[in-house]
T-cell receptor
Framework: KQEVTQIPAALSVPEGENLVLNCSFT??????LQWFRQDPGKGLTSLLL???SQREQTSGRLNASLDKSSGRSTLYIAASQPGDSATYLC?????????WGLGTSLAVNP | DTEVTQTPKHLVMGMTNKKSLKCEQH?????MYWYKQKAKKPPELMFV???????INESVPSRFSPECPNSSLLNLHLHALQPEDSALYLC???????????????FGQGTRLTVV
């Protein structure tokens, strides 16, 4: 059974720091991995999608990597800003379903 | 346009009421989903529609009844709900067919449902 773990559960950093969020999964047989952002009480915004054949994807200050063999993905946020404060969720796509981690709650302090 | 639109944004209903949630996308996606999310938890899959046909029902109680009238619309009909059904209900869509396995999922902003 696929399980997804995100570490840390919560993170508080000063503005301007570069930071790394971690996502691990137990079964490497995934089709893709997707990172989402969720603001309190709001829907999910797709940040990056990495196909199983890819190693990384970049969008602006965000970079996500995927190592299927070790069951790991990282989301790198460069030069963090207070507007980055949100919960970040990773999900792996397996058998027509997204399997979710519990998320990392990020607070970027001015 | 990568938008999934959900209405209403907020809904308060009594346990004897019947109401419907609506979801719309115009990205040509052929897979649509309903999720339920409780506070500080990840989304839980409820239903998956593929080409307007129900393909996955995650053992959801019959008081939730999904409907996909066409390729752009997805409804969730609610009847005789319980207070524990209060949650954020999220709709999502992705490309179906041959690209099913590699498709990016796009979510709406959700409907905050409160059952009183």
């Amino acid at each position: 059974k696929q399980e997804v773990t995100q570490i840390p559960a919560a993170l508080s950093v000063p503005e301007g720091e570069n930071l790394v969020l971690n996502c691990s999964f137990t079964d490497s047989a995934i089709y893709n991995l997707q990172w989402f952002r969720q603001d309190p009480g709001k829907g999910l915004t797709s940040l990056l999608l990495i196909q199983s054949s890819q190693r990384e994807q970049t969008s602006g200050r965000l970079n996500a990597s995927l190592d299927k063999s070790s069951g790991r993905s990282t989301l790198y946020i460069a030069a963090s800003q207070p507007g980055d404060s949100a919960t970040y969720l990773c999900a792996v796509y397996v058998a027509r379903k997204l399997i979710w981690g519990l998320g990392t709650s990020l607070a970027v302090n001015p | 346009d990568t938008e999934v639109t959900q209405t209403p944004k907020h809904l308060v209903m009594g346990m004897t009421n019947k109401k419907s949630l609506k979801c719309e996308q115009h990205m040509g996606h052929r897979a649509m989903y309903w999720y339920k999310q409780k506070a500080k938890k990840p989304p839980e899959l409820m239903f998956v529609y593929s080409y307007e046909k129900l393909s996955i029902n995650e053992s959801v109680p019959s008081r939730f009844s999904p409907e996909c009238p066409n390729s752009s619309l997805l409804n969730l009909h609610l009847h005789a709900l319980q207070p524990e059904d209060s949650a954020l209900y999220l709709c999502a869509s992705s490309q179906g067919g041959l690209v099913w396995r590699s498709a990016e999922a796009f979510f709406g902003q959700g409907t905050r449902l409160t059952v009183v």
